[in-house]
């Protein structure tokens, strides 16, 4: 059984009797130095895992707000290439916590899936959530990533069905991420009713941890999540509080986001 920070994160949380906090950024945004800065200092203030976007031009699970950090990311010269160099300057300084890249199949498949993955295990990554990958297409990769030290996340929805729900449960090692909303991603005034349900229905199956992302803005959101799963993704309302703040206080507004989620 692989065991990585990912599962070790979850056990110590699990004794704490708390739940994850995992904020989602995507790679280079707003520049290279703040995108490392400001992943060092949420996970000192209140994150517990890092998820970080892979950017890519066209994202159609996405929102307006993850579209434009993308967006920005591109301009600034991001490539998969470069966001595990970033992954690398960040393990630097923090060992310790969990990292996981979301991106879209097409660049890692440009990219050379192995050479992906022996490249970002090197560099201490824990995880890899690829939305458009079908759960049914997604064995192969699933044990490619396991045999090198990295979870594959699957995505389940409320339009799930119970033959995915099942599948998804069995290859799960790290978590399984539960997208709360039908839709692109954004911060939502309520989160979506289906989604306790659906955590339900995964929980019956499987032990293995359930995040709910997709919704999340609020600390109201991250307690009644809690109630019924083991954490919270945050991503457009985070990156909403960095892109409305002035460039040198971008790292401030994003760190302040988190401590308010966490507390």
Do not use: W
Request: proline residues 5%; contains cysteine.
């Amino acid at each position: 059984m692989l065991k990585n920070r990912i599962n070790i994160q979850f056990e110590k949380l699990k004794k704490n009797n708390d739940s994850a906090l995992v904020p989602y950024l995507t790679a280079g945004f707003p520049d290279r130095e703040t995108f490392v800065d400001l992943s060092l200092k949420i996970l000192d203030n209140g994150a517990d895992m890092l998820e970080i976007g892979v950017p890519f031009s066209d994202p159609l699970a996405d929102g307006p707000t993850i579209q434009k950090t993308n967006f920005q990311a591109i301009q600034n010269g991001i490539t998969l290439s470069e966001c595990i160099n970033l992954l690398g300057l960040i393990r630097k300084s923090n060992a310790e916590s969990p990292a996981i890249f979301m991106g879209y199949f097409n660049p890692f498949l440009a990219y050379g899936i192995d050479d992906f993955l022996l490249q970002s295990s090197q560099v201490g990554l824990d995880g890899l959530i690829v939305p458009d990958l079908p759960i049914s297409e997604s064995k192969q990769i699933s044990e490619k990533c396991f045999n090198s030290g990295i979870h594959l996340i699957p995505l389940l929805a409320p339009t799930s069905t119970e033959e995915t729900i099942q599948k998804a449960c069995e290859q799960a090692k790290g978590f399984i991420y539960c997208v709360s909303l039908t839709g692109v991603t954004g911060a939502r005034k309520n989160l979506s009713l289906g989604v306790e349900t659906l955590v339900k229905k995964i929980k019956s199956y499987t032990d293995v941890p359930v995040l709910v992302g997709f919704g999340v803005s609020k600390r109201e959101d991250v307690l009644k999540i809690s109630k019924f799963s083991d954490g919270a993704v945050v991503g457009s309302a985070f990156l909403d509080s960095i892109q409305n703040s002035e460039q040198n206080k971008k790292v401030k507004a994003g760190v302040d986001f988190v401590k308010k989620l966490a507390n």
